[in-house]
């Protein structure tokens, strides 16, 4: 896919859905490869892209760190130039070795609910209304 503005204003991913499901899945040494794959321009679109999903940003960070800091600041602007330092300030990561976001899950109910009190018996002798 061509790198455009209009496709990073629209949130639309710069590359297809198989080459981001590689990346996603792909281990530590294949992922520098599969980046490496990847245009410049395409790749500052594409950690941009990661960053702004929570679940990507790991991925994020490490194609980040591929890039040069004037193709993220010419995508992302301000974003990208703290993308940049973010990539550069900690240790590159990649998507193997951070591992997938946890997934926590609720030990007490989220909401509590008003008993209502219903004699369904009382209810069951009343005629029905038309």
Same mark, same amino acid.
């Given at each position: 896919?061509?790198?455009?503005?209009?496709?990073?204003?629209?949130? @639309?991913?710069? @590359?297809?859905?198989?080459?981001?499901?590689?990346?996603?899945?792909?281990?530590?040494?294949?992922?520098?490869?599969?980046?490496?794959? @990847?245009?410049?321009?395409?790749?500052?679109?594409?950690?941009?892209?990661?960053?702004?999903?929570?679940?990507?940003?790991?991925?994020?960070?490490?194609?980040?760190?591929?890039? &040069? &800091?004037?193709?993220? @600041?010419?995508?992302?602007?301000?974003?990208?130039?703290?993308?940049?330092?973010?990539?550069?300030?900690?240790?590159?990561?990649? +998507?193997?070795?951070?591992?997938?976001?946890?997934?926590?899950?609720?030990?007490?109910?989220?909401?509590?609910?008003?008993?209502?009190? +219903?004699?369904?018996?009382?209810?069951?002798?009343?005629?029905?209304?038309?």
């Amino acid at each position: 896919m061509k790198p455009s503005h209009d496709a990073l204003e629209q949130d @639309v991913c710069p @590359v297809g859905e198989d080459m981001l499901g590689a990346l996603y899945r792909s281990s530590e040494h294949g992922l520098t490869a599969l980046i490496d794959s @990847v245009p410049p321009s395409t790749r500052a679109m594409l950690a941009l892209f990661c960053y702004r999903r929570s679940h990507l940003q790991p991925l994020a960070l490490t194609i980040a760190s591929s890039c &040069e &800091e004037r193709d993220l @600041v010419h995508w992302g602007a301000a974003l990208g130039s703290v993308l940049y330092a973010k990539a550069r300030q900690t240790q590159p990561q990649t +998507v193997a070795t951070t591992g997938r976001n946890k997934v926590t899950l609720a030990t007490k109910p989220l909401a509590t609910f008003a008993r209502i009190d +219903v004699d369904l018996d009382d209810e069951a002798d009343a005629p029905l209304s038309a």
